[in-house]
Each structure stands twice: as structure tokens, then as C-alpha cells.
């Protein structure tokens, strides 16, 4: 065979496995086709779509970190976005970390929405991929709506959990439920976190699992979910919910996302 024949035929091979690869990485769930995504495989974090959020006022739920959007907390590094909580002094808070939203880049109504992530873990640690009605500025919260579709708390290393905040069921009152690991915990390795959110029904999955469905008839106020929506990714220290840090708590503790995409429903 000819050196130009050859390298003909290893450029197809090579040609065939990329775009194998690349079908393999970007799978489309059945019924569901690509609207949004970002794989995180760039320097630095995307900011046509997405915004860093500052500050250390306890973020209504007397959380410990201040959340800034230097290097150290947020950043893109090997092909995954990286928020990691610090402990040290910053903004009169003894912790820092980060969080961002799409809040007036990338908003929808319904579609699937999930992320590959590794969260960290101890005691006090407190991570979250979630989503926050568009309206919140003029509804208020919990009228916007608030669909968490992952959160965990590091006392729970096995445990995650989707939860819907709405009127008249927000707080400790809203409507969740948590998904459980056979062995092992989420901190040790990656999972899918996903909802697929239509009129009037949301469900939750992790690696598939459906776990969690919510409907009208499900919660006990108003349904407020069938209008935009953005999306937020954060990993909080301490609060209400999850304690505080205590001598077991190991810092810094570091969120990994290696994708987030969004569906819509094929034609």
C-alpha cells in the first residue's frame, strides 16, 4: 500500500474515532435533543453565560462563606469547572467560595436539565446545582419558584437530594425527596444529576435513577413552573441546614462540573 494511501486510510480511522467520541460524549437522552451546554473544556469560565455572584451576607440561610470570583474560588481547569471553599479570612467571613448563575443569559421554560459532577465532602459543606424562576426580581421568592435539583449536605455522604420551593411550600416545608447510594459516597466519584422538567410535572434523576416526581397535585400551593427559569451552581460553608464546619472538616474542599447541558424536547 502507498504512504499516501495509508495516510489516507489512518486519517479516516482517525477521522471515525473522533466523531465516536464526540457522539459518545455529548449521547442525547432518548425523546430529548441538545439547546445548551457548556463543557468546561475552555481556560476560563464563560461569562456570556454565566455570572459570578459576591458577597457574605449569610445568603438567606446564615451560610459562613463569602463568595467572590477570584482564581482561587472559581475557575476552569482540566476540562471542568472548579468551585472551591477555602478557609480564610476574607470580607469579615472566615471562609470563601463561589457561585454563579445564567440569570439573564440562559433562561427557559421546561427541558432537561442536568450536570456530571463531583461534589466534595465534610461536615458544614454544603453544595448545589439548582434553578431560580427569571421573575424572581418582581414574584419574590419562593413565588419565582426554586427547583434544586441536586443539593447535599456533608453530614449525609450518601444521600442527595431534589427539592421544589414554592408559595405555601418553601423552607423546611418544601417538596423533596432524597436518593441514596448502594455503597460508597458521592464524593468519591462523578454522577449525573438531572431533572426533566414539562407542564405540570418535574421529575429528578441521578445516573438515570428516577427518583423524585412532582406535579400540581403534589404540592400544597401553587404550581409556579411553567415560565423561565436560570440555573445556579454553588458550594456554600455552613448554614442552617447543614451545620457548621467542626474539627473534622478538611479544607480546601473543591466542587468538580464537567458539563452542563440543556434539552428540549424533540419535534
Known amino acids: 500500500m502507498s504512504t499516501l494511501r495509508i495516510a489516507a486510510v489512518l486519517a479516516v480511522f482517525l ?4 466523531a465516536a467520541q464526540a457522539q459518545t460524549t455529548l449521547t442525547q437522552p432518548p425523546g430529548w435533543v441538545l439547546d445548551w451546554h457548556d463543557e468546561f473544556d475552555g481556560r476560563t469560565l464563560d461569562r456570556t453565560a454565566w455570572i459570578p455572584e459576591t458577597g457574605g451576607n449569610g445568603w438567606g440561610n446564615q451560610e459562613l462563606q463569602f463568595y467572590t470570583d477570584r482564581p482561587d474560588n472559581l475557575r476552569v481547569d482540566g476540562g471542568n469547572l472548579v ?11 472566615h471562609y470563601t467560595s463561589a457561585r454563579i448563575k445564567t440569570a439573564g443569559k440562559v433562561e427557559r421554560t421546561h427541558g432537561r436539565y442536568e450536570a456530571r459532577i463531583r461534589i466534595p465532602r465534610g461536615q458544614g459543606i454544603w453544595p448545589a446545582f439548582w434553578m431560580l424562576g427569571a421573575d424572581i426580581g418582581q414574584a419574590g421568592w419562593p413565588r419565582c419558584g426554586e427547583i434544586d435539583i441536586m443539593e447535599n449536605i456533608g453530614r449525609e455522604p450518601d444521600l442527595v437530594h431534589g427539592t421544589l420551593h414554592g408559595p405555601g411550600y418553601s423552607g423546611a416545608k418544601a417538596i423533596g425527596k432524597p436518593q441514596r447510594l448502594d455503597k460508597g459516597t458521592y464524593a468519591d466519584d462523578y454522577h449525573v444529576y438531572a431533572v426533566e422538567w414539562e ?3 418535574i421529575r429528578w434523576y441521578r445516573d ?3 427518583y423524585h416526581t412532582a406535579r400540581p397535585d403534589t404540592v400544597t400551593g401553587d404550581w409556579v413552573f411553567e ?3 436560570f440555573m ?10 447543614p451545620g457548621n464546619p467542626d474539627a473534622t472538616t478538611a479544607f480546601p474542599q473543591q466542587m468538580l462540573v464537567d458539563y452542563v447541558r440543556v434539552y428540549k424536547r424533540s419535534p
Open 232 to 241: 445556579i451552581l454553588n458550594l456554600a460553608v455552613g448554614g442552617a441546614w
Open 208 to 210: 438515570g435513577i428516577l
Open 83 to 93: 468551585i472551591e471553599a477555602r478557609k480564610e479570612d476574607h470580607g469579615g467571613r
Open 15 to 18: 477521522s471515525a474515532g473522533t
Open 199 to 201: 407542564p405540570r410535572a
Open 227 to 229: 415560565h423561565p427559569f
